[in-house]
T-cell receptor
Framework: EAGVAQSPRYKIIEKRQSVAFWCNPISGHATLYWYQQILGQGPKLLIQ????????DSQLPKDRFSAERLKGVDSTLKIQPAKLEDSAVYLC?????????????FGPGTRLTVL | AQSVTQPDIHITVSEGASLELRCNYSYGATPYLFWYVQSPGQGLQLLLKYFSGDTLVQGIKGFEAEFKRSQSSFNLRKPSVHWSDAAEYFC????????????FGTGTRLTVIP
């Protein structure tokens, strides 16, 4: 079974530029998550989708971050414009459904460096 | 509000020695608790989880964890560490019902010396 795929793996941009990350969850998984992991910290949930609807985006900085999952499968996370403090690893995860018994499977992440 | 504390930033153990990684949580209701491992350049992998029932849970790779409600702890243990266990370990607590969101601690980096 293929895991969660993310691209790109690495991205370097200058502040005020835009960037987008892509995630393809495990086939059949209804729930998709984006986490931000700053160096030295644990992952922090940014947004959670159930199919193509948003379940929780309370920690998403909506003035600069946006995410979509239009067809309930792939998802993109965008930052526009980027700030220095956005340098982090962005992790995508998926689970079969939304219950706590549904294990979250994580992708390898995209490491973003903002100069 | 949920929170997780991992008091040890970095632990070094000798190969073959026993291991215990500490985790304390804060949560108003019955907690759902998890341990994940992150190897360099890889995503997080679930080691084990606790929802209810037996307070000693077994996981993959020979790991186990014990839930102690009175101490608000969920410590991870392994009787004999292998060099391949070197990685970052994260404890997490489940969020509100119906959302399946996780709150992670800051992690403990494990170094294994020969």
């Amino acid at each position: 079974e293929a895991g969660v795929a993310q691209s790109p793996r690495y991205k370097i941009i200058e502040k005020r530029q835009s960037v987008a990350f892509w995630c393809n969850p495990i086939s059949g998984h209804a729930t998709l998550y984006w986490y931000q992991q700053i160096l030295g910290q644990g992952p922090k949930l940014l947004i959670q989708f159930q199919n193509n609807g948003v379940v929780d985006d309370s920690q998403l900085p909506k003035d600069r971050f946006s995410a979509e999952r239009l067809k309930g499968v792939d998802s993109t996370l965008k930052i526009q414009p980027a700030k220095l403090e956005d340098s982090a690893v962005y992790l995508c995860a998926s689970s079969l459904d939304i219950q706590f018994t549904d294990t979250q499977y994580f992708g390898p992440g995209t490491r973003l460096t903002v100069l | 509000a949920q929170s997780v504390t991992q008091p040890d930033i970095h632990i070094t153990v000798s190969e073959g020695a026993s291991l215990e990684l500490r985790c304390n949580y804060s949560y108003g209701a019955t907690p759902y608790l998890f341990w994940y491992v992150q190897s360099p350049g890889q995503g997080l992998q679930l080691l084990l989880k606790y929802f209810s029932g037996d307070t000693l849970v077994q996981g993959i790779k020979g790991f186990e964890a014990e839930f102690k409600r009175s101490q608000s702890s969920f410590n991870l243990r392994k009787p004999s560490v292998h060099w391949s266990d070197a990685a970052e370990y994260f404890c997490a607590v489940g969020g509100r019902t119906g959302a399946n969101n996780l709150f992670f601690g800051t992690g403990t980096r494990l170094t294994v010396i020969p």
